[in-house]
């Protein structure tokens, strides 16, 4: 039902379209004015959908059958776009047809062969030409286009994503949403320390991260105030662990509001200095929720291309001045533990730097990109 509502909403403005559930899949019968190729490309990005094939239907009898298949076939003849090989490729959900898979294979083929003088080829052939039996009907496609996967929005809970103008918390966000989560972004800035650009960055990546007709709520957090107290007040070489345990608890107090459940962040073990596994433990320790770190296991190398099929990568890597590299110590503390950081945060009055991050947030309302 939840994956129904999220393809509805995906293809609301695009009209003429009507969707139902037919034996363990979605038929969308679109209408006369309806772009298939906005319509492929959306469904491409809705989380819970492993694969789906723009179709020809008519009646799952094989005459039919032979007569939508000129119809298939008419195109690839006339513009020359011949294959060296082809197969057909039948599945049947109605086992009650008076044919079986492999009989429909060998009928339909040697129909396509002769007229086309195509060879057959069954493993790997250049052109699959795949014919679906549900009920009474039967599906023409040449082509399986793999979705996105994973779990239909929604359907996991709510989780709230600290999102950054960089490479991995975008990757991280729509991991943690394939998997059927709901989300509400966290975007910490030191403006008017440093420009606008990340602000327009991730407007831009949560717009591309969000599936197509959902929405989702973007919190801006002036951050540079509690910045300046820590710059002011606290060790350098701990400035960035402090940054991070602020922002934990903020965010988490957002959570709190918004009904979420895990905060979500792109933390890669290792990869930079408050990225230590004893980094993380000391940051770890403020929190009251679970902290959920999709990428904490990967490689920079395998991020960026998940950025990159994502959509994500060429915002990200746009330059900007995000809140933690804002002045930046010379050499930021590779280790740390929770005794340490909580004597330092003795010189700060914790609880009205939450209730100020809190309160002086602003909200911004996401759709995703619906192109």
């Known amino acids: 039902n939840r994956q129904q509502k999220n393809i509805r909403s995906c293809l609301r403005d695009l009209g003429g379209s009507h969707l139902k559930p037919r034996f363990g899949r979605f038929l969308l019968r679109l209408g006369q004015e309806t772009s298939l190729e906005k319509v492929c490309s959306r469904l491409a990005r809705v989380p819970g959908i492993a694969v789906f094939s723009p179709c020809l239907s008519t009646s799952a009898d094989l005459d039919s059958v032979k ?5 298939v076939l008419k195109p ?4 020359g776009k011949e294959p060296e090989h082809f197969a057909i490729v039948s599945r ?5 047809l008076p044919f079986t898979s492999t009989e429909a294979n060998g009928i339909i083929g040697k129909y396509v062969q002769e007229k086309t003088g195509w060879k057959v080829r069954l493993k790997k052939p250049e052109l699959p030409l795949y014919l679906f039996f549900v009920n009474k009907d039967c599906f023409l496609a040449l082509d399986r286009v793999r979705g996105q996967g994973g779990l239909p929005t ?3 809970g709510k989780v709230a994503c600290l999102l950054s103008g960089g490479i991995d918390s975008p990757v991280s966000s729509a991991r943690i949403m394939k998997r059927g989560a709901d989300a509400v972004f966290i975007h910490f800035h030191s403006h008017p320390h440093t420009t606008l650009a990340s602000q327009e960055k991730v407007r831009e990546l949560a717009e591309r991260i969000v599936p197509p007709g959902h929405r989702v ?3 801006m957090v002036p951050f540079a105030p509690t910045q300046n107290r820590i710059i002011t007040e606290c060790p350098a070489r701990l400035r960035v662990i402090l940054y991070r345990r602020y922002m934990v608890r903020a ?3 957002i959570a709190r509001k918004e009904g979420a459940h895990a ?4 933390d890669s073990l290792g990869q930079v200095a408050s990225q230590t596994l004893e980094n993380l433990h000391t940051i770890n320790s403020v929190a009251t929720l679970p902290i959920l770190r999709p990428l904490v296991g990967m490689h920079k190398a395998e991020i960026i291309r998940d950025a990159q099929q994502l959509g994500s990568f060429e915002t990200s890597i746009e330059p900007h001045d995000d809140c933690c590299s804002y002045l930046m110590p010379p050499k930021p503390a590779t280790r740390s533990n929770p005794q340490q950081l909580d004597a330092a945060e003795e010189a700060l ?3 009205e730097e939450i209730r100020e991050l809190v309160e002086n947030s602003s909200i911004e309302i996401i759709e995703g990109y619906r192109g």
């Not at 690839?76 to 513009?79: A, C, G, N, W, Y």
């Not at 049947?92 to 009650?96: H, I, L, P, Q, V």
Request: net charge negative; aromatic share 4%.
């Open 67 to 71: 007569e939508a298949m000129d119809t």
């Open 76 to 79: 690839l003849l006339e513009k």
């Open 92 to 96: 049947r959900a109605n086992k009650e």
């Open 154 to 156: 929604g359907t996991t």
């Open 217 to 219: 709520r973007l919190y």
């Open 251 to 253: 965010a988490e107090a």
């Open 263 to 266: 905060l979500v962040t792109g």
């Open 349 to 351: 009055d914790t609880e």
